[in-house]
Structures are given as C-alpha cells and as structure tokens.
C-alpha cells in the first residue's frame, strides 16, 4: 500500500535539531564536516550560521530579557514559575565547554556553537532530558545561546550514591583523568558515550530514588579519541 506522505507527515526538527543542522550545512556543503576550517575560526562560522538561522526561523531574543541570577561557569539564570522551567543563558560569546584531545590527552576547551548544541542533543536523547532551544540573542560582543530545562525536584545525591548509580543503572565506567570542569569533578564512559564535570552539584535525585543529570558534559566519541579514553578505565 502506498503511504500519502501528505497524510503522514514526517515528524519536523526541533529548534535544537534544525538550528545544528543549519550549523552543519553552513561548515561544509554535505554537513560531513568543517570543510577545512581552520580550528582558530570555526566558532566564528558557527556563531554566524546561528544568527543567520535565528533570523530565518524568528528566533532572535531581545537584549531586555535578561537572566536574574548568576550561574556558574557557563550559564547565567532565570527561573519561569508559571512553567517550572529554568532559562539558561551561556555567558556572554561563550559556549559552554568541550573535551578535545592533544596527544592522546583529554582537554577541556571553550566549546563551539555546535558541539555546545550537539551536547545539549546528546544529553535529551541519552537522558530522557527537554531542553529546548529558545533563540539568541545577536550582540556584539555579548552574544548568548538561550535554552529552558525543566525544574526537577529533589536533592542532591551524595558522591558514592551517585557513582553507583551510574555503574549499576546504566554500564557507566570511570575514567582516570584529570578533572574535566568542577574541579572535584569526575568522568565516565559507557560504550561511545563520555560524559564530564560529574557531581553532585550536577545531578537531582529525586523522590522515587531516580538520579537526573541537570549539566553534565556529554559527548559521543569514535576511533582514536575512543581508543584513548577507553585506555583510561579505571
């Protein structure tokens, strides 16, 4: 039987998903990667394909919404009541951070455009999470990224509760490296999947004993960069 695709639509790309799309497209024709780039100005490119696909898609945010609270090193906040959500603002031309590697040596970096939304991607998928891509706002200089996470309810879980969590629910396994954020921060990986900046601080376990992640790191890795973390299991 043949589908009337007028009929049944295919689903349409969240605000994350088209705005790291539009990034992709941007960096190299085919999406397949940064089309030689130089590493020094890809945060460049990427900024200006954002403000270029918030002004298509009308999701430039005013310079009068502003966030009420000081966050940490990478967001400033504003808690919504009316729809118990919090908007995250990334501070100012900042992206949160990354992990790249020199020598086999896991780095924390200043993140791009895109692997702060791929991140923020990553940790919906993996997570069950619903950050959701509000707009930017185009300053210069002070240009931010503005998301809404929900409001999770309950308390901190301690250190060894947190690490057994991790292991026993979901096959994480500890890395041994230096402190990738907090700097009593610790890091995992389970199959590709690496997540950083592991801590209490970080995470919400709620009533029913479930432990949520609020702003971990999460990132996919593949070949050497793989290899060389899975060299670092504890």
Not at 35 to 47: K, R, V
Not at 132 to 155: F, S, W, Y
Not at 175 to 193: A, E, I, R, V
Request: net charge negative; proline share 7%.
């Amino acid at each position: 039987m043949q589908i009337n695709d007028t009929e049944n639509p295919a689903p349409q790309p969240s605000a994350l998903e088209s705005a790291i799309q539009a990034i992709e497209r941007s960096l190299r024709a085919d999406g397949a990667g940064d089309g030689g780039i130089p590493d020094g100005e890809l945060s460049g490119f990427a900024w200006r394909a954002l403000f270029r696909w918030a002004e298509r898609e009308n999701r430039v945010s005013s310079p009068e919404i502003t966030p009420e609270r000081q966050g940490g090193r990478e967001h400033d906040l504003t808690f919504l009541p009316e729809e118990r959500r919090w908007r995250k603002f990334t501070k100012q031309d900042g992206c949160g951070f990354t992990v790249d590697f020199m020598s086999d040596n896991p780095l924390l970096l200043p993140g791009t455009p895109l692997q702060y939304l791929k991140r923020l991607l990553l940790q919906n998928t993996f997570w069950g999470d619903d950050t959701q891509l509000v707009g930017v706002q185009v300053q210069t200089p002070g240009a931010r990224i503005i998301t809404t996470q929900p409001d999770v309810k309950g308390e901190a879980p301690l250190p060894d509760v947190l690490h057994d969590y991790l292991c026993r629910e979901f096959g994480f396994r500890r890395l041994n490296n230096t402190p990738m954020g907090y700097y009593k921060s610790l890091s995992y990986l389970q199959g590709h999947f690496a997540m950083f900046d592991v801590h209490p601080a970080n995470f919400v376990q709620v009533a029913s004993g479930q432990i949520l992640p609020i702003d971990v790191i999460m990132i996919e890795f593949h070949g050497k960069e793989l290899v060389a973390l899975q060299q670092r299991l504890e």
